[in-house]
Every structure is written in structure tokens, then in C-alpha cells.
């Protein structure tokens, strides 16, 4: 088992910026790639933006530019620098977290509001 605890959304004027941080703990031996994704009202989960172990990276077009995911593995940990946030950026973001046999973790979610 993974256990994921995210941290930093919050409320945020457009043009501004946030950090998302993801703890992992649990059997975090096993990590491969770790991601985050966001839902907003009505819509679908997707991707935002993810990074392998080896610190390949994979964005969302419409963060490209304006999004920054890192990991440190010493402390298992994810982050999403968001900047220049849009008020299209609205969502609740998820923490996922994926296993070398393929099993994959959620968080509970962090939402984060760009509004003025």
C-alpha cells in the first residue's frame, strides 16, 4: 500500500502562483511514476502533468510553459510549481502515484481556485 498526502492548493488570482507538494509513504520502494491530475466541475479527470524515476517529464498542452513538475525521491515526494495560473485552471488536483508492477495510488485531492 501507497499513502498520499497533498498539500498547497488554495485560493489564487489570476496570474499567480502555487506549489503542489505529494508526500508518498507505504511501500514507496516500488514508485515509478508520479503524476498530477485535475478535475474540474462537470468535466473529466486529466492529465497534467507527470515524471518518471529518471526524471522524464510528460505536460498537459495547456500547462506547457506555465507548469513545473519535480520529484525528490529522497524525501518521496512530488511537486507542481504552478505559474501564471488562469482561472481555466480551476479543479480539484489529484496526486497519482504509479508501481513498477503497474498498480496505482490516488490522493484525496487538493483544490485549487484562480479567481479575483
Known amino acids: 500500500q501507497v499513502q498520499l498526502v497533498e498539500s498547497g492548493g488554495g485560493l489564487v488570482q489570476p496570474g499567480g502562483s502555487l506549489r503542489l507538494s505529494c508526500a508518498a509513504s507505504?511501500?514507496?520502494?516500488?514508485?515509478?511514476?508520479m503524476g498530477w491530475y485535475r478535475q474540474a466541475p462537470g468535466k473529466e479527470r486529466e492529465l497534467v502533468a507527470v515524471i518518471s524515476n529518471g526524471g522524464t517529464t510528460n505536460y498537459a498542452g495547456s500547462v506547457k510553459g506555465r507548469f513545473t513538475i519535480s520529484r525528490e525521491n529522497a524525501k518521496n515526494t512530488v511537486y507542481l510549481q504552478m505559474n501564471s495560473l488562469k482561472p481555466e485552471d480551476t479543479a480539484v488536483y489529484y496526486c497519482k502515484v504509479q508501481r513498477v508492477d503497474g498498480v496505482h495510488y490516488w490522493g484525496k485531492g487538493t483544490l485549487v481556485t484562480v479567481s479575483s
Open positions: 507505504g511501500s514507496i520502494f516500488s514508485i515509478n511514476v
